[in-house]
């Protein structure tokens, strides 16, 4: 079964930091650009982060450009989101998201479940 | 950046024609994607490159893709497609994703 699985919210004071994790499974990893979206308690859908399957390529939306490092490591079949400098704006459900088809601008067919990040003092 | 508009809620009586839009500044020569959302859920993918569907998708999901409007129709409409839909392009000049800010579709 072609899966993600996220992990690693949680709460966190403004100013901290926090590691997120995307755990794929059922299909070849190494092949396929990955994404970030979040979404705010009652609000919309938002893209923040993109990496090419090489890791070659990376972009941000500007709400996170400079705080946010996404990374991927092929050989354990892991995407992340290194987030730093954490705001209450950035309090969301993160999810991992893959395009359709490898390397593309497709839309994205396989999201996650979703982990929490609360950032609160 | 790419702004693509969404009207926040649509409201439709089941077994009629539901058509939501998606408004960009010429959004038709974009590749449009959409998905439904039901509380509690992740997004799922109805319609990919305007008009595709992915497998297991009904039917009456369609979509078109012209000027400065991407529409979303459903035909037939059940309740059980009442949720959160939005859409979404991918902006070349910056290489970013956007997404629409979602609309509602309430089935009466």
């Known amino acids: 079964e072609v899966q993600l699985v996220e992990s690693g919210g949680g709460l966190v004071q403004p100013g901290g930091s926090l590691r997120l994790s995307c755990a794929a499974s059922g299909f070849t990893f190494s092949s396929y650009s990955m994404n970030w979206v979040r979404q705010a308690p009652g609000k919309g859908l938002e893209w923040i982060s993109y990496?090419?399957?090489?890791?070659?390529?990376?972009y941000y939306a500007d709400s996170v450009k400079g705080r946010f490092t996404i990374s991927r490591d092929n050989a354990k079949n892991s995407l992340y989101l290194q987030m730093n400098s954490l705001r209450a704006e950035d309090t969301a459900l993160y999810y991992c998201?893959?395009?359709?088809?490898?390397?593309?601008?497709?839309?994205?067919?396989?999201w996650g479940q979703g982990t929490m990040v609360t950032v609160s003092s | 950046s790419y702004v693509l508009t969404q009207p926040p809620s649509v409201s439709v009586a089941p077994g009629k024609t539901a058509r939501l839009t998606c408004g960009g500044n010429?959004?038709?020569?974009?590749?449009v994607h959409w998905y439904q959302q039901k509380p509690g859920h992740a997004p799922v993918l109805v319609i990919y490159?305007?008009?595709d569907r992915p497998s297991g998708i009904p039917e009456r999901f369609s979509g078109s893709n012209s000027g400065d409007t991407a529409t979303l129709t459903i035909s037939r409409v059940e309740a059980g497609d009442e949720a959160d839909y939005y859409c979404?392009?991918?902006?070349?000049?910056?290489?970013?994703?956007?997404f629409g800010g979602g609309t509602k579709l309430t089935v009466l």
């Open positions: 010429n959004i038709g020569i974009k590749t």
């Open positions: 490159y305007d008009t």
């Open positions: 990496i090419t399957s090489s890791s070659r390529t990376i």
């Open positions: 979404q392009v991918w902006d070349s000049s910056t290489d970013h994703r956007v």
């Open positions: 998201a893959r395009p359709v088809a490898p390397n593309t601008n497709d839309g994205f067919d396989i």
